[in-house]
C-alpha cells in the first residue's frame, strides 16, 4: 500500500521533472528543434503551445543513433537556462489555434488549462497526415526527452526531506489541504540538513513543492528566506507567500519579529511559511504558534539510498550494504555538499568515500567553532546551517598590524575610543610624527565636523541606535542604516565616511564604481561588486563607502543605447545587493556623488539609499570651524595677531569643539593633495 510520504515523494519528483522537460522544450526551441507561440499572442503569461516543425521531423527518416547524434550536436549549442516563460506542453504538430483560445483570461486554474490542453488536441488536423503526424511528433519528442539532464541532486534531496515530514507529521492528505487552503495558514518546516532553507525557498519560487509559482515575501528584515530567485524565471504570474528562516530568527529581537509576524497573520492575505534547517528549538513565539507543524529527520542511510537511486539509478540494496560496511556518518553533510559528491559518472565507491570526507571536514569545523566560541556552540556551524565559515574576516586582535586593503578595497580601522578620550585634553589633533596624514585621517570624528547639517544629525543618531542594536533592545530594520551624500568636488564626502567610522568604532570599507569598472568584462566586474558586498557582510558591523555611484549610470538617461544590456545588467545587480544588506544586520552602506541627477531612480527608493544629503560649499560659519581645526593650538597665536576687533566666532567654535573632546582635523581634500572628486 502506497503511504502518504510515497505520494508526496511522487508528486514532487513529476513537478521536478516537468521543469526539466519544459527547460528541454526551450533549449530545443532555441536550436530550432522545436517551435513554440504564446496560447495568447503577444502575452507570455498565457503560457506556451510547443510543436514539431517539419524539419525536425524530417531527422526521423534517418538511423536511430544518427538521430540522437544530431539531437545532442544541437542541443550542445544551446545554453542551458530555465525558461523565461511558463509553458503549456503541446506535442501535436501544427499551427497553435491562436482563434480558440485568444480571449482566455490570463491566469488559469490547472483545471482550466486542462480544458484548454483538450480543446487544442481536439483541433481538426489535416487529412492526409492526420494517421501519421501525432506518431511522428510523439516519437521525435521520446527521443528528444532522452537529452533530459539527471534530476538535480538537490532538488531531490529537498524533495525527499519535504516527503518525509509531511508524512510523518499529517495522519492523510486532507489535513495537508484543510490548513494549505486557509487564508493566512501558518506553517513551519524543519529538517536538520543544512542548506534545507537555501534550497527550499529556490523551490518554492520556481514552483516545484506547490503546483504555482511562487513570489516570496520576507517576514522580516532580519529572517529572509528570499534572495531574488524568481528574476531567473521572468515572465511568471506567482502568487505571493509569506516566509521567514529558522537560522536567522535567533538573531531577530523578539518583540520586533513577533510584531511583525502577528501583523501579516491577522492580514490573512497570503500564507506564512517557516522553513528552518537548525537543529535547535526555535522560540515558542513561532514553534508553538505554527498552524501545521511538518518535521523531518536528518540524514540518514535509508535517505541516501533513496536518493541515489533517485538520482544514479543504483540500487538501494547496494547502497545500504556499502554504507554499513564503511560506517559511513552523515552527521553535519548538508545538501550541498551532497550535490558535490553525487554526480554523472561516479560510481557508488566513489561518492560514498567524498561523503565521508565531506562529513569529516563538517564536523571538524562545527568542533572547532565551538571551540572558538569557549565551548558554548553556536549552533550554526558550517555542518549544521551549510554557511561557510568565515574565511576573509579582516578584524584584527590588540597588538596586529591592521591590513590596508582586502582583494583591493581599502580598509580604514576605527581609532579606538580609550585613545580618543586618552587625547581629549590637548587643543588640536596629535600627529604622528612619521606620517601625519594617517594621524589627522584617524582622528577625525562626526561629532566635531563642521557644515555637514543632516549628515552629522543621521550619523549621531545611527551611533544611538547602534548601540541599542547591540545591547538587543532594537531590530535592525528599524534602523537607518544607508546614506547618499551629494555635492562640489572638495565638501569633504570622504572625510565624512573616515570620521563616522571612528564615532561608530566599526571598520570602513572604502571602494568605488571606478574600481568595480576596471575589469571591464560584465562577469569580472559583477564579481568585483559582490565582493564588496561579500566583506561588508563577513565583517559586519562596517560601514561600507561606495565612492562615485553616479558611474554606475541609471536605466532611463538615454545615452549609452550601444551597451544598454551591459549597464542594466550592473545597475539590476547593484539593486539586489542594496536589497540583501537590507536583510543583513550590521552593513551600513555609504555613498557619495558629485552628480545626484545621474542615478537611477530606483537606488534611492526605500530599504535602497533612501537619506539623500547635499553637503554644499561651506558657508562663513563651517568654514570658521574648519580653520579652528586647522589651526589646532596655534589658534590662540592667530587670534592675537587679528588686526582689529575680537574675533568672537572662532573663539566660540574653539570651545564647542573643546567640549565635545575634539582632537579631530577637518581636511579639504584639496589641501592634502588627494583628488577632488569626493
Partial sequence: METLT??????????????????????????????????????????????????????????PAKVRAELVRRLGKAPYKTTAIDVLIQDLP????????????????????????????????????????P??????????????????????????????AVGS?????????????????????????????????????????????????????????????????????????????GTDVPKAVERSLSRFLVDVLLERSAPVVLADETQTALPPFVSMTADLILEAGGLHHEFIAEL????????PKQSLRQMERMALDLEGLSIDALALAIRPGRGLEHILSILEVLGERARSADKSDDDDNDGRGS????????????????????????????????????????????????????????????????????????????????????????????DGGLAWSEMSTKLILSGPPGTGKTTYARALCNTLQVPLLVTSVASWLEPGYLGDVLKRMSKAFEL???????????????NIGSRFGGRREQHDDYWRSLINRLLDLLDGTSKTDGVIVVAATNLPEKIDPALLRSGRLEKHVAIP????????????????????????????????????TRQRHADVGSDADVIDQSNRGAPHNV
Avoid at 95 to 107: D, L, M
Avoid at 142 to 156: D, G, I, T, W
Fill in 308 to 315: 541515489l537511486q533517485t538520482c544514479c539509478g543504483i540500487a
Fill in 536 to 550: 561588508a557582510r563577513e565583517n559586519a558591523p562596517v560601514v561600507l563607502f561606495i565612492d562615485e555611484i553616479d
Fill in 6 to 63: 510515497d505520494r508526496i515523494t511522487r508528486y514532487l519528483l513529476a513537478r521536478i521533472r516537468r521543469l526539466a522537460i519544459l527547460d528541454l522544450y526551450e533549449r530545443a526551441a532555441v536550436v530550432g528543434l522545436l517551435e513554440a507561440d504564446f496560447i495568447v499572442a503577444g502575452d507570455e503569461t498565457t503560457g506556451t503551445v510547443w510543436r514539431v516543425p517539419e524539419e525536425s521531423l524530417r531527422l526521423l527518416d534517418a538511423d
Fill in 617 to 652: 560649499l561651506p558657508d562663513l560659519g563651517a568654514l570658521t570651524g574648519i580653520l579652528a581645526h586647522h589651526l589646532g593650538d596655534d589658534l590662540a597665536v592667530v587670534l592675537a595677531s587679528a588686526p582689529s576687533g575680537s574675533p568672537k566666532t572662532i573663539e566660540a
Fill in 135 to 164: 506518431s511522428a511528433s510523439s516519437e521525435f519528442l521520446a527521443l528528444l526527452r532522452e537529452q533530459l539532464a539527471p534530476p538535480s541532486v538537490a532538488h531531490v534531496a529537498v524533495a525527499l526531506l519535504v516527503a518525509r
Fill in 169 to 245: 507529521s499529517v495522519a492523510d492528505l486532507s489535513a495537508l489541504s484543510t490548513v494549505l487552503r486557509t487564508p493566512g495558514a501558518f506553517v513551519l518546516i524543519k529538517a536538520p540538513v543544512g542548506r534545507f532553507e537555501r534550497r527550499f525557498g529556490i523551490m518554492l519560487e520556481d514552483g516545484l513543492i506547490l503546483p504555482y509559482w511562487m513570489k516570496l515575501e520576507d517576514v522580516h528584515r532580519s529572517s529572509p528566506l528570499s534572495d531574488g530567485y524568481g528574476d531567473r524565471r521572468r515572465g511568471k504570474t506567482r502568487k505571493t507567500i509569506k516566509t521567514l528562516a
Fill in 94 to 133: 501544427g499551427e497553435p489555434p491562436h482563434q480558440n483560445v485568444r480571449s482566455a483570461p490570463k491566469e488559469r486554474t490547472d483545471r482550466e488549462n486542462l480544458a484548454v490542453e483538450g480543446r487544442l488536441e481536439s483541433q481538426p488536423v489535416d487529412a492526409s497526415s492526420a494517421s501519421e503526424a
Fill in 379 to 470: 549552533g550554526r556551524g558550517s555542518g549544521r546551517s551549510g554557511r561557510p565559515k568565515v574565511k576573509s574576516r579582516f578584524l584584527i586582535k590588540d597588538g596586529d598590524e591592521p591590513p590596508k586593503s582586502v582583494d583591493g578595497i581599502d580598509v580604514v580601522q576605527p581609532e579606538k575610543a580609550a585613545e580618543a578620550s586618552g587625547k581629549e585634553g590637548g587643543g588640536g589633533a596629535s600627529v604622528d610624527p612619521a606620517n601625519p596624514e594617517h594621524s589627522r585621517l584617524r582622528h577625525l570624528r562626526v561629532e566635531t565636523l563642521s557644515g555637514y547639517g543632516e549628515a552629522r544629525d543621521w550619523a549621531l543618531d545611527l551611533k544611538t541606535d547602534l548601540q541599542l542594536w547591540r
